[in-house]
């Protein structure tokens, strides 16, 4: 397999590891800026597919890690048995409202769109769900929500997608709003202290110029420099020399610390490494050095000293102990389905909770949201029942609150993350 599509694949997989673990995605340099302005989505208020008197379809789509063969080596535990597990708890209860769930499962290859493209013909078309929820990489919700008007849990939401929704749409994915409450926190925080320049690709130009500039200017904080790598993203070598020529500039400015924001921080890691500059990095999603600070072929991990990162909560023990999680592992437990404590499991075991946290989390939300629906089950009356709805997620301390966008994701708060060099990864800040 040709390096950038392995890089490109290790990049999907560990951000969903990562969205189940601390964070979210994504590797895309699309423009991810979040849902900041009041977009808003045209929903239907009629008759909703897969409702019945007393039954309700819902569409689940997971990694299918068996699918890639040898070319990526991990274990996220079992999707399908996970998800169907807390399915027939809920259905053993009585189901939601009187209606118990058929759940229509499909695994999904993260490697191009042909499998995604697939299953959201079967969920939509063959089977006609009324939700999904589940895994979905870049513009995978579009296919259910703009081509075959079909409501969406999951996902990374942007104003662009947003306006191309034709039916409801939330998430619990970290996005650009996560990003500004990254910028802000490192400021509050006292953190960038020192010359600090910022660093982005070209998706995120308007961004860094339109909000991550001024916020930075209205928290007292001064840029003494700010560079877009504007070259090819799919020539690495093009890449590679404009990020060294960037850093340095900054290095000749006396630049100490580095913003990073989106997507950027691999970018930076693989220009800079060569070179002896080593400021401090400020990466505004931790999520995006991941796949640089795991490559097996081994890289200057340099790059990273002193780096501090934002994030979703996370860190896979501390999501492990919270309550939530733990009455959801209980459930799995009584089916058989366990969800081993990360910190006991071996490396070579593989990240086997993954699965488990994913299933707990999507089921959480999408029972709240049915819920708050009412019996008269319906897009118009899944919006409306999402409208200040408050959600104790439990890969979350704190309980969210959702509701129509910029709140469609539940307005999730950032946390920051210290490097932590004998870890090889960003370890949560005490409180």
Known sequence: ??????????????????????????????????????????????????????????????????????????????????????????????GINGRTIEPVISPVNPVGSDA?????????????????????????????????????????MTDQRLERA????????????????????????????????????????????DTVLPLLEDEGIEVAESAVVDVDPEDTAAVNAATQTIAERFESQGVDQVLVLGSAGLVWASGAESLDYRPQLFLTDSNSILAYASDASGNDLSVLDDAVGANLYGGPQNIYELPA??????????????????????????????????ACNDTTMLRAFLEAAGEDLNYGSFVAGADGLEVQLPTQPDPVTFGPPPSADGDIPAWLYDWDPAAKDFVLRDE
């Open 1 to 94: 397999m040709h390096l950038r599509t392995r890089l490109g694949l290790l990049l999907a997989v560990a951000a969903l590891l990562a969205g189940c673990t601390a964070g979210d995605e994504n590797g895309s340099t699309d423009d991810t800026s979040n849902a900041d302005t009041d977009v808003t989505q045209a929903v239907p208020s009629g008759p909703a597919p897969g409702v019945t008197d007393d039954t309700l379809k819902v569409g689940v789509t997971f990694v299918d890690l068996a699918s890639l063969g040898d070319v990526v080596s991990l274990d996220h535990g079992d999707y399908e048995a996970s998800y169907r597990a807390l399915f027939d708890a809920i259905n053993a209860e009585g």
């Open 116 to 156: 995604a493209d697939a299953a959201c013909l079967r969920l939509t078309e063959d089977e006609e769900v009324f939700v999904v929820t589940g895994f979905f990489l870049d513009e995978g919700p579009l296919c259910y929500l703009d081509t075959h008007e079909t409501a969406v849990i999951g996902g990374t």
């Open 166 to 209: 034709r039916a409801p749409w939330f998430t619990a994915a970290s996005g650009k709003d996560l990003q500004t409450d990254a910028v802000r926190l490192f400021a509050e925080e006292g953190e960038l202290d020192g010359t600090l320049a910022v660093y982005a690709v070209p998706g995120d130009e308007a961004f860094m110029n």
């Open 325 to 358: 999680m733990q009455e959801c592992n209980e459930i799995l437990a009584d089916a058989g389905v366990e969800i081993p404590e990360p910190d006991t499991v071996g490396e070579d075991e593989g990240d086997i909770w993954v699965a488990g946290f994913t």
